[in-house]
């Protein structure tokens, strides 16, 4: 039995996942966080967080890697962990760097780095030679408002170190750009009491449908599982409605999409883990839109384990153990699976989501849920921002995606605001 040292985490699907498959495998983890309450929050019911049933749950500053690295040392002498492990993005570096510290497997911390942010990782791709938007880099509005004027508009503007689209924007001038540009600069923290880096990544804007291509990578050489496709809601935003695995491409383009991911990978010199790499098909070809050097979220690795068998949080943990992963892909039955995600229609207090009770009697309905009544939803400006999702198989073809965006078109959102002015 292995010991993993799990630090922080998202509290989403990862959260159950991970340490489900930690314990599936046959070990146990330690948990160490920063903010315990930030892990008891729960929409409805009184269950416990999946993360605090570990064997430890501990405290520690994990935003402070000096003091971190002999926290974690002193606490090894004791606990003796095996390997040292997240799901949480603002993390993956400080577990890199961890795992390096105490000798255990695990990525190279500068590849983590390489990867996850979005500013290096465009250019060590165009070092590399590999095709993609034209870009610049800024640090202040003066800069901005250069580096657009030499690209031209629109463009896309995104901050270098957040996730889940949080302040991606496309931007159509001048007076857009400093919108977003203001936006950033009034949200130095991120949502774990990080300070930001205030560089702001300017990018032509790629056109054509999104893909993602989910991999495992093993001592420099990686393993392609499939391609996800991807549904986007409308502009200025990038916010994800959706995903289908595998996505309805030929041959030709997905294995395009496949080694141009592979070729992201290298460039950035990832050599252990798993990944989920975004792109842009378009009509010069496949272009990167960023790399992420963990699982996907927003249960695409369940879309994953139901159409091939493998399990990506598995395999996560096993590449932080040292193991081999198999990576046999299986006939399950399943030849697509997809989940679609309800936006809110606008910012409010939900006072209901009418409609679920059709999900739970719909046969090809494999999970889906929906916000509590008194649920606070914002505007659709992020993945951050869902009020349910539902998750379809097809064991026939291609039709998962279009079936579970039919379930979610057939929700309704009522609003308590609504509901108030109807009783006035």
Sequence with gaps: MGHVLLVESWVGAMSTLLPRAIREAGHQFTFLTRNLHH?????GGDRVHPLLTAENVLTAETNHLETLLPRVRRLHEVLRFDAVITSCDYYLGTVARLAAH???PGARPEAVEYAYRKDLARQR???????????AIAE????TEAAARRLGFPLVIKPVDLCAGMFVRLVADRTQLREAFDALDDFPVNARGQQRSPLVLLEEVLVGPEVSVETVTVDGTTTVLGVTDKSLAGEPWFVETGHMFPAALDAPTATAVADMAVAALAAVGFDRGVAHTELRLTAAGPRVVEINPRPAGNQITELVRRATGVDLPMVFTQLALGEQPDLTVADTGVRSAAISFLLPPRAGTVAGIDGAAALAAAPDVVDWAVKPDGHRAGDAVSNNTYLGHVMTVDTVGAGARARAEELVAGLGVRYADELAEALA
């Design 39 to 43: 892990y008891l929050r729960q929409d």
């Design 102 to 104: 105490l000798g255990l």
């Design 125 to 135: 791709m165009r070092a590399a030679g590999l095709p993609g938007p034209a870009f």
């Design 140 to 143: 202040d509005w003066p800069g």
